[in-house]
């Protein structure tokens, strides 16, 4: 548990829990896709919204974990609708089969949160030919948001009601390259720097939401887009870069998140009701937050807007 723990504008603290943070929510009638569902943050985040009536949708890459989550909670929670399919975030082929085979269940979707993610690997490129970080933490999420955007608009018609996309970025973003964004160094492997090059995934995936708002607006519909920090949580994501043993273990407990703490700022950005209306913001640890200049840039946001189109194109 953190130990400085102020409690924000929100009432919630950087200790809160995602159970806490989504506490008397009824999400009973939604339904949302969770990313990276199989393990950290994503299966509590699965799990919570579960709990609180949410059909949840995870897009796992691998499709046993996926159903071993799937049978976890149900055990929890006998009522729990939870379903997984199959997504990886890294391939176009993937990403655009996922998105087919959604909108074929006639499902609506109240709620996206793009969380899946991979950090600070060796340079490799996808099978798209795409540096592998950008690939998956920014790019597959783009092109699946862009596929079922029609989804999302359809159902804020239906229904009435705020539809929510969520992005889980993180503070790394504030360590990206020179200028935020290489366009033209992508997939340069002479100039790749691993915590770089997820710096700038990161950025990537506030700089998405935060065009998506603009454009959003233009088109008069009822869908938020917003991104998030989850704090430093110990999860697999993190698991070659802190070794928590002895001395190391001691100061994790201080200074890591554990996974229900992890998963509350997505929650709380996806369900409750006080970021209704707010779009195109920034939250860490349940709260509102800022970003570097480049976070808020909105030539850079555009830009990497074309940028990403080209690609998925």
């Known amino acids: 548990m953190w ?20 506490e008397g929510i009824d ?3 939604l339904t949302a896709i969770v990313t990276g569902a199989s393990s950290g943050i994503g299966t509590e985040t699965t799990r919570v919204l579960a709990l609180r009536g949410v059909h949840v949708i995870m897009g796992v890459r691998n499709m046993i974990a996926g159903k071993d989550v799937k049978e976890t909670i149900l055990k929890e929670i006998p009522s729990a609708k939870v379903d997984a399919m199959e997504l990886d975030l890294s391939s176009m082929e993937s990403v655009k089969k996922f998105a087919s085979d959604f909108k074929s269940s006639g499902l609506p979707l109240n709620i996206l949160i793009n969380n899946a993610g991979i950090m600070a690997c060796p340079f490799k490129l996808s099978k798209d030919k795409i540096e592998l970080q950008f690939a998956t933490n920014h790019i597959g999420h783009f092109l699946l948001t862009n596929l079922l955007l029609d989804t999302m608009k359809k159902t804020s018609r239906e229904v009435k009601k705020e539809v929510r996309i969520v992005n889980v970025s993180s503070e790394a973003h504030k360590l990206t390259y020179s200028g935020g964004i290489h366009f033209d ?3 340069d492997e002479s100039s790749y720097n691993n915590w770089r090059a997820y710096g700038q995934s990161k950025l ?22 917003n991104s998030l920090h989850p704090g430093v949580v110990a999860t697999n994501l993190t698991r070659h870069i802190f070794t928590v043993n002895g001395l190391a273990s001691m100061i994790a407990r201080f200074f890591l998140k554990n996974v229900q703490q992890g998963a509350a700022t997505t929650c709380y950005v996806a369900l409750h009701p006080q970021v209704k209306g707010i779009s195109g913001k920034y ?13 808020t840039d909105a030539d850079l946001a555009k830009k990497l807007w074309d940028f990403s189109m080209n690609l998925t194109e």
Do not use: Y
Request: glycine share 10%.
């Open 3 to 22: 130990p400085f723990c102020r409690k924000g504008a929100s009432g919630f603290s950087s200790s809160s829990t995602a159970e806490q943070v989504t």
């Open 27 to 29: 999400g009973t009638g």
């Open 185 to 187: 160094k992508i997939n």
């Open 204 to 225: 990537a995936n506030i700089l998405h939401a935060n065009e998506l708002t603009r454009r959003l607006k233009e088109d008069g519909v009822d869908i938020s887009a």
């Open 283 to 295: 939250f860490s640890h349940s709260n509102l937050a800022k970003t570097t200049p480049q976070g």
